[in-house]
């Protein structure tokens, strides 16, 4: 390694220069503020955790997402998050121990081993909300606007809604009465897309002729609504749980449609690219020329139980950092002063009554170098005024 490699950030660990950072700060304060008016209230879990608590309910997926470190003063592993549904859950079974609906939102960095998805980040901003105690298909759609509404006021236009219900897929699976391999199979073309594998491997399998058709049909069943006509159709009285999928499927899509009519429906009866954690419907939003999903949901009533709290749980999340590349922040500069170096009292009474006015003062340390400057602070008529620069090269 040269010496110029050693200051080199690994792949997919990026930073945030002034301009960029202050477009993220930015969005980061409105969004959470936006959250704030909704009712969802804002906690801070801890970067790092012991990694049994860190991914106690989580599943496998994050297991081999999550960086681990040994702890020097007790010799025990600890994980760096890389994401705070787990962290959120703990919060609301072990600390808030709240009996009713709970509403938290949260924003910070989480870090991954592996790139997620196309974009090859590794430390994305993750900006999310959750609501803990209510298992009607109510606060799916009450977590499914918010999110909407946050894309929104990031400023993402022409936004695609993907759809779906994990239990239409385990739904399936069990009727089919398959043994843990055959699931595994089934369950990694699924998540693949592979059809032609797919036909292959199920065309072999000792079923009847119902069950296959319904095992080759199913990642089938996706595109506009008529997908849930034709999953009505295709599984109509075989499970009630599939049906109930359905049904939830079509409220939540009505309702989406009435609260935002310019977001384009999308359906997938077989997307298993979620956590594994999700027992629900899940959600994906797409914005034409990203690859990945730029915000992603779904309802996971089982996580806190882990933590000896078992309540009904949906929430979603985006990265900060990615809906900053997307769209065009604007961040509005506060008006620039330039200071003589602050020797005297009045002076330096001056500069604070600015900057409490909202200004930005900087003293003289280098003004040789000092561009963009709206005013400069002279001693005018015995006192500090403020004097308009009309030419950025006025030094």
């Not at 959120?88 to 790139?115: F, W």
């Not at 236009?157 to 739904?171: A, E, K, N, P, R």
């Not at 499970?239 to 899509?253: E, N, Y």
């Not at 429906?265 to 730029?294: E, M, Q």
Request: aromatic share 8%; glycine share 8%; charged share 20%.
């Amino acid at each position: 390694m040269t010496s110029a490699d050693r200051w080199l950030l690994p792949e997919g660990v990026d930073e945030a220069l002034p301009e960029q950072a202050a477009k993220i700060e930015h969005l980061r304060r409105t969004l959470l503020n936006l959250h704030e008016s909704w009712g969802y209230q804002l906690v801070i879990p801890p970067l790092l955790e012991y990694l049994d608590s860190l991914l106690t309910g989580a599943g496998s997926d994050l297991e081999i997402e999550t960086f681990k470190v040994i702890d020097q003063l007790s010799g025990r592993l600890l994980g760096i998050r890389a994401d705070f549904t787990s962290q959120v859950a703990r919060i609301d079974a072990h600390c808030l121990k709240n009996e009713g609906v709970q509403r938290l939102s949260y924003c910070g960095s989480v870090l991954r081993t592996m790139p997620a998805g196309l974009d090859g980040t590794r430390s994305p901003i993750q900006l999310g909300a959750e609501i803990y105690g209510h298992g009607g298909v109510e606060s799916d759609i009450e977590v499914l606007s918010l999110m909407l509404q946050t894309l929104t006021v990031a400023g993402l236009g022409h936004v695609v809604l993907d759809l779906g219900h994990v239990d239409v897929v385990s739904g399936v699976l069990a009727l089919c009465d398959l043994d843990t391999a055959q699931e595994t199979k089934l369950i990694e073309l699924y998540k693949a897309k592979d059809l032609p594998e797919l036909d292959r491997y199920v065309e072999a399998l000792p079923l009847m002729a119902t069950q296959k058709r319904w095992l080759v049909e199913l990642p089938r069943l996706c595109g506009g609504k008529e997908v849930l006509e034709q999953a009505t159709e295709l599984f109509s009285g075989v499970s009630q749980s599939i049906d109930d999928a359905i049904i939830l499927l079509q409220k939540v899509s009505q309702c989406v449609v009435k609260r935002f009519p310019s977001v384009g429906l999308h359906f997938d009866l077989s997307d298993l690219v979620s956590y594994s954690y999700h027992t629900g419907v899940v959600f994906a939003a797409y914005v034409p020329g990203y690859g990945n999903a730029i915000a992603r949901g779904g309802r996971y009533n089982n996580i806190g139980q882990v933590f000896g709290r078992s309540r009904p749980a949906t929430g979603f999340s985006t990265d900060v950092k990615a809906l900053v590349a997307l769209t065009d922040v604007v961040v509005v500069q506060p008006k620039t002063v330039l200071s003589p170096i602050c020797t005297n009292d009045a002076l330096w009474e001056k500069v604070n009554a600015l900057r409490e006015q909202g200004y930005r003062v900087m003293e003289s340390l280098d003004h040789l170098h000092v561009m963009n400057i709206d005013f400069k602070l002279d001693f005018v008529g015995g006192a500090w005024q403020l004097v308009p620069v009309q030419d950025e090269n006025f030094l």
